[in-house]
């Protein structure tokens, strides 16, 4: 495919911030004349064609067909600004889904959402149990593919959540209480479980979703796994490595791995082992200085690429270059100086770095993720102008 | 004595959950949001005497996380970036430490829910250790890991003698690090032991009972190093270690036991009668001057009412074994 040639092309990770009209209506709420205001003037700003018929129905009174029209909107109008703002993959700014892991979970039998628990200070999610052995009820991410498909204009990428993260953030009823009968000792007994748990979702749940979303022509699939290095221990790491080559090795279209505030040494350590992943994406940006410049000095975010080049990873970076979590637009100059540091790290081979945000945007308003989008797909031509290879190879 | 308790962060009920978001979304007030807290207070708290727990604790329901308190409250440390707490998926802000540690033995004035608390009843509460403590802050100013711990061993004694004051009769000194992963070279083991007992020596002579629970790891192989610590009891996380009674026989006459067999960070609960097992099998002959039956961590990782009934399976199991006055 064409895109995948373009050197240096950029790309979303996932998530953009839900509109107010799309989490009211999808509830079931009626709208308020600011919510009316703000889908018109993004559906102005960016050229959406027939959203008076979004306006229509958001007035109406509650209905399945209401709430199938928020997903659906919420889902063109998401594509609409990836694609204004230049970007060469895109998808829907995830949308359909309620949130990563809730999302997947919910359309997984052998689950029970259990109640909710602390991340932090007054931050809680909803956290369930494992209590029968999983089983994919139906499809997960197809229907929003296809949707996101038949209104796209530029290739798709589709990011899931993967079998470690998954297994990783519920309880286990089920299998620890298999392995209590085959084992002695609690920890004997938990990693058994877990690994039974892993696989098993990697096997029976990730591996014939992403063979449907293949089978559907989605060319590329982005697993997510932010919880791959939660545990540093040696059996964790190569269950997390087991899991992604479970789930997606010998799958007909490109796979790539997404991770982010995580130790990196240790996934380095790691990368070469994930068959078949062509792309790792990280966040870099957060741990970076906003200073202008390509030494090591003014990129300490970006040294970490080099453990993954020392441990013999050979595949290409998905290279984070905004930082998700503040207003801060980046200059296209900073964007444009972080790539070419990066490119100097991997030997100037422009076909191996693919700058993206560190990861989705759903925290920054859509102003915002607009404007530091826009920032990164021009500071990435500004890296092809740089190295001489501005119009393609 | 053989009895139950909680060994921190308890999580917070449904309705407490609701009031902090609304809170925080500007849909409740102040008033309502500390209505919120004192009520799913005493609701653990009756929850505790109803089971006849003896040492009861609040739930540290308003900790948000076990070193919030003395990051916001003592003189030399500001709350810093989040960071992930363990190998959990939660965080916790990790304290940064810009100037000499001071601190008044206030801090968890605004932390404690004394309303929630009948008087008469004996109050349990839980600190960091200073070990822990230190492992788990970035230090900019002392530049010596054991200079920092002593400091902060120094600054914990005080908050210590306020809560006996306030009529604490239980301090338990937490201690997630000293386990946790790879074993500890002899001397930062000999650095930890010496801040923990700077921290605690004397709180008996002032009415206080003291613990100090290592959990997140396997604590039998340091059991010989803890039998000298100036403290009461040593608890020991059950889910991360399997202690036969030889590695228990280390600990002297003198000293209780807290047995962690509760997994804090599973919804799966354990029965009554597993529990007691669990309790018996690893005691074999060894008799320890009391017994504490707990959760093998704070318990904030789990829905409420998933705590609340693993709380009731292990009083029911101390009753089991002979412990417990209803």
């Known amino acids: 495919m064409k895109a995948f040639e373009k050197p240096l092309f950029t790309m979303e990770i996932g998530s953009l911030a839900k509109p107010a009209w799309r989490v009211k209506a999808h509830l079931g709420e009626p709208v308020d004349a600011a919510d009316l205001a703000e889908a018109r003037l993004w559906g102005e700003r960016l050229g959406i064609g027939g959203y008076g018929a979004l306006l229509e129905a958001l007035r109406a009174p509650d209905s399945p067909g209401r709430r199938r029209a928020a997903l659906e909107w919420s889902a063109i109008y998401a594509l609409r600004l990836l694609e204004s703002a230049g970007l060469d993959f895109v998808f829907d700014g995830e949308q359909w889904r309620r949130e990563m892991y809730e999302h997947a979970i919910s359309a997984i039998g052998g689950f029970a959402f259990l109640g909710e628990v602390r991340s932090f200070d007054n931050k809680y999610y909803r956290k369930a149990a494992c209590i029968d052995r999983p089983w994919r009820a139906g499809p997960i991410y197809l229907e929003e593919f296809l949707f996101a498909k038949s209104m796209a204009r530029r290739p798709l990428k589709v990011p899931v959540t993967g079998a470690y993260t998954l297994a990783d953030w519920s309880f286990d009823e089920y299998y620890r209480r298999a392995w209590m009968a085959r084992a002695r000792g609690p920890r004997a007994i938990r990693e058994g479980a877990k690994r039974d748990m892993v696989l098993d979702l990697a096997r029976e749940v990730l591996r014939p979703e992403l063979r449907d979303l293949a089978g559907a022509g989605a060319e590329w699939i982005q697993i997510d796994e932010p919880a791959a290095t939660t545990h540093p221990s040696e059996w964790e790491m190569e269950l997390f490595v087991e899991a992604f080559n479970e789930s997606a090795s010998g799958l007909p279209c490109r796979v790539s791995l997404h991770n982010c505030y995580s130790d990196y040494s240790l996934l380095a350590r790691y990368a070469p082992e994930l068959r078949g992943c062509w792309q790792i994406s990280l966040e870099f940006a957060n741990r970076d200085s906003r200073r202008p410049g390509t030494s090591d000095a003014d990129r300490p975010g970006y040294r970490a690429l080099r453990a993954f080049e020392e441990a013999g990873y050979g595949g290409s970076y998905g290279l984070g270059v905004l930082d998700v979590h503040t207003d801060f637009v980046e200059p296209p100059e900073l964007v444009r100086d972080r790539i070419l540091y990066a490119l100097g790290v991997v030997g100037w081979d422009p076909g191996r770095i693919q700058p993206c945000p560190d990861c989705g945007l759903r925290t920054r308003t859509w102003e915002v993720a607009l404007a530091k989008l826009g920032a990164l797909v021009e500071g990435a031509r500004l890296a092809r102008e740089a190295i001489g290879c501005e119009g393609g190879l | ?326």
């Open chain 2, 1 to 326: 004595m053989i009895d139950a308790y909680l060994t921190g962060i308890s999580p917070r009920g449904d309705a407490l959950i609701r009031a902090t978001r609304a809170f925080d979304r500007g849909r409740a007030s102040g008033e309502e949001l500390e209505a919120a807290f004192l009520e799913d207070a005493g609701a653990l708290v009756r929850l505790q005497l109803g089971l006849g727990i003896r040492y009861v604790s609040d739930g540290m329901l308003r900790w948000q996380d076990l070193l919030r308190p003395f990051a916001l409250g003592w003189r030399g440390l500001e709350a810093g970036p989040l960071a992930r707490w363990f190998d959990n998926n939660t965080f916790y802000r990790r304290p940064i430490i810009v100037g000499e540690i001071g601190s008044d033995g206030g801090a968890l004035g605004p932390f404690i829910e004394l309303a929630a608390m009948p008087p008469g009843v004996d109050r349990k509460a839980v600190l960091p250790s200073p070990y822990a403590f230190a492992k788990l802050s970035e230090d900019r100013f002392y530049g010596d890991p054991a200079e920092l711990a002593m400091a902060i061993a120094g600054a914990l004694r005080r908050e210590a003698e306020s809560l006996i004051r306030m009529g604490f009769s239980y301090i338990q000194f937490s201690e997630p690090c000293l386990a946790y992963g790879p074993p500890k070279p002899r001397d930062e083991v000999a650095m930890a032991l010496e801040a923990i007992s700077a921290a605690a020596r004397g709180l008996g002579a002032l009415g206080a009972r003291t613990c100090l629970y290592v959990y997140f790891g396997d604590a039998s192989p340091l059991l010989p190093d803890l039998a000298g610590l100036p403290i009461d009891d040593i608890g020991i996380d059950m889910t991360e270690s399997d202690p036969d009674p030889d590695s228990l026989s280390a600990l002297p006459a003198d000293k209780g036991l807290a047995l962690g067999i509760a997994d804090g960070r599973n919804s799966l609960v354990e029965g009554p009668r597993e529990i007691a097992a669990s309790a018996e099998r690893a005691l074999g002959a060894v008799e320890p001057d009391a017994l504490f039956l707990c959760p093998s961590c704070e318990m904030e990782y789990l829905p409420r009412s998933v705590a609340d009934r693993k709380l009731e399976a292990l009083a029911m199991a101390a009753r089991a074994l002979g412990g417990l006055e209803p």
